[in-house]
């Protein structure tokens, strides 16, 4: 068990719906990142939150959006869902910073996300 | 970006055998290298890592390697066993724009079967 906790596990919902996934880091953790998981296109970085704020932005879609609140855990919104966003979506946290063993990303254990 | 491109994708041995799998990455600024194990229906999980000052570490059957100039690097794994068997990802930490944010980019995966 990594620490980081993730809900829901599994989340079924419709085309042009919108979805919210939830993340809590570890204790003590205050950056948080957001991955894509799919089979075809393996783990992708979508965004990075440090202590509320945003710090580096991957591949991510216009449409989703992200934020990290005071109490350090993150959301993840999903908006006009599409059939290929269909995947796995991981959170992961670290300490935060730069160098040294405060950048190693523990991961939750991930939301199945089903767009019919 | 950084690009990195992981060998094979899939990999079968017998129990007590070695597995080997290699990474490259493009960016020559990447600073940190961890190796994630990705069991069916969980998140990946940190087994090792290495920074870019050392060449070599190790952690009982685990190793891995770094060559900066080749700009490579390797998992090794002795004496498998079938609880070995999952997907193993690399990744590198490569800095943004202005070199901060940092972010990592992840291998496509490897297929690790041990066979007993």
């Known amino acids: 068990d990594s620490g980081v906790t993730q809900t829901p596990k599994h989340l079924i919902t419709a085309t042009g719906q919108r979805v919210t996934l939830r993340c809590s880091p570890r204790s003590g953790d205050l950056s948080v990142y957001w991955y894509q998981q799919s089979l075809d296109q393996g783990l992708q970085f979508l965004i990075q939150?440090?202590?509320?704020?945003?710090?580096a932005k991957g591949n991510i879609l216009e449409r989703f959006s992200a934020q990290q609140f005071p109490d350090l855990h993150s959301e993840l919104n999903l908006s006009s869902l599409e059939l290929g966003d269909s995947a796995l979506y991981f959170c992961?946290?670290?300490?935060?910073?730069?160098?040294?063993?405060?950048?190693?990303?523990?991961f939750g254990p991930g939301t199945r996300l089903l767009v019919l | 970006g950084e690009n990195v491109e992981q060998h094979p994708s899939t990999l079968s041995v017998q129990e007590g055998d070695s597995a080997v799998i290699k990474c490259t990455y493009s960016d020559s600024a990447s600073n940190y290298f961890p190796w994630y194990k990705q069991e069916l229906g969980k998140g990946p999980q940190l087994i090792i890592d290495?920074?870019?000052?050392?060449g070599e570490k190790k952690d009982q059957r685990i190793a891995v390697t770094l060559n900066k100039t080749a700009k490579h690097f390797s998992l090794h794994i002795t004496e498998t066993q079938p609880e070995d068997s999952a997907v193993y990802f690399c990744a590198a930490r490569s800095p943004g724009s202005g070199g901060s944010n940092y972010k990592l980019t992840f291998g496509k995966g490897t297929l690790l079967t041990v066979n007993p």
């Open positions: 939150y440090y202590n509320g704020e945003e710090r």
């Open positions: 992961a946290s670290s300490v935060g910073g730069t160098s040294g063993s405060r950048e190693t990303q523990y």
């Open positions: 290495i920074r870019s000052n050392v």
